[in-house]
């Protein structure tokens, strides 16, 4: 597993975390921007800017059933390729109903015109958990289609998992894919360090709660003291680094819910250390 090969991805990043990112992340360190539906398209744009200016490679969210028309499409992608010189974009379904032409993220595949505007990669969702309303065929199929239509479009292509804290269930879902002949490269969702009530909080919301519980229960017993305290996602890059190369070409990708500088900080050293080794919270040095 290429530990130091890995993405971060970042809410409503402000002007001081993108300004103290060069601290801790290699030039060209893909950075992924989701948008919340009240976030304007200028500031995700106006983000994504800066982190090229400062030598990042800049990803933006393209949720599906929240663009409104093939226009509105066309124009956010000649702006970001323009302003931000973007060449890779993540495409999902977003939630709710369509409030346009395209449905799901496949609809933006096969009818964005995303190779057109520039878009020379895209990434698609993967559910190391499943989904919580979507059968695991259905998904299965889904991406096998998207898989398809991306290679037909001329597309790069590469995974992105939803975060997950159970590391079986991660290690699963990449072996179930090479199984099925999926050898695209698999960025592993995974959450950066954040307190425990926070990751459990995250977790509900997100449909991840049967991983939440490893959280709480088995190895991870020794945390319920720890409530207030910060964990990171040590035993999933142990157990990635543990099962390769057997699973491919996959790299960590961190949810900053923990803060963006923090998961940055804690990225960039995970890149370093032997497994069986722990980071701490407020220094790089390892943890036996």
């Not at 993108?18 to 948008?35: F, H, K, N």
């Not at 090479?178 to 919301?205: F, H, N, Q, T």
């Not at 998961?263 to 943890?287: F, M």
């Amino acid at each position: 597993m290429a530990a130091d090969g890995f993405s971060l991805e970042a809410t409503r990043p402000s002007d001081a975390e993108l300004a103290r990112l060069s601290d801790w992340l290699q030039p060209g360190t893909a950075v992924y921007l989701s948008r919340v539906p009240s976030q304007p398209a200028r500031e995700l744009i106006a983000a994504a800017a800066r982190l090229r200016r400062a030598g990042f490679e800049p990803v933006a969210h393209l949720a599906a059933r929240r663009i409104g028309s093939a226009a509105e499409l066309a124009d956010f992608l000649a702006r970001v390729r323009g302003e931000a010189d973007m060449r890779r974009v993540l495409v999902i379904a977003g939630d709710g109903a369509a409030g346009g032409p395209f449905a799901d993220a496949l609809a933006v595949i096969r009818h964005g015109g995303l190779r057109q505007a520039g878009i020379a990669e895209i990434g698609i969702s993967g559910y190391p958990e499943d989904h919580p309303v979507i059968a695991r065929d259905a998904l299965a199929r889904a991406m096998a289609d998207k898989i398809a239509a991306a290679r037909e479009a001329g597309l790069g292509l590469h995974i992105v998992s939803q975060f997950s804290f159970a590391p079986e269930a991660v290690v699963g879902f990449l072996r179930r894919l090479r199984a099925a002949g999926i050898d695209v490269p698999v960025k592993v969702g995974m959450a950066g360090p954040a307190r425990l009530s926070s990751l459990l909080r995250y977790a509900a919301r997100c449909g991840v709660k049967a991983s939440a519980q490893g959280l709480m229960s088995g190895a991870a017993s020794a945390l319920l003291g720890r409530i207030g305290r910060e964990v990171g996602p040590d035993r999933m890059l142990d157990a990635l680094r543990a099962a390769a190369p057997a699973l491919g070409a996959v790299a960590p990708h961190y949810f900053s819910f923990g803060g963006l500088i923090e998961t940055a900080r804690y990225a960039s050293a995970a890149g370093r250390l032997p497994p069986g080794h722990a980071i701490r919270h407020t220094n790089q040095e390892p943890v036996p």
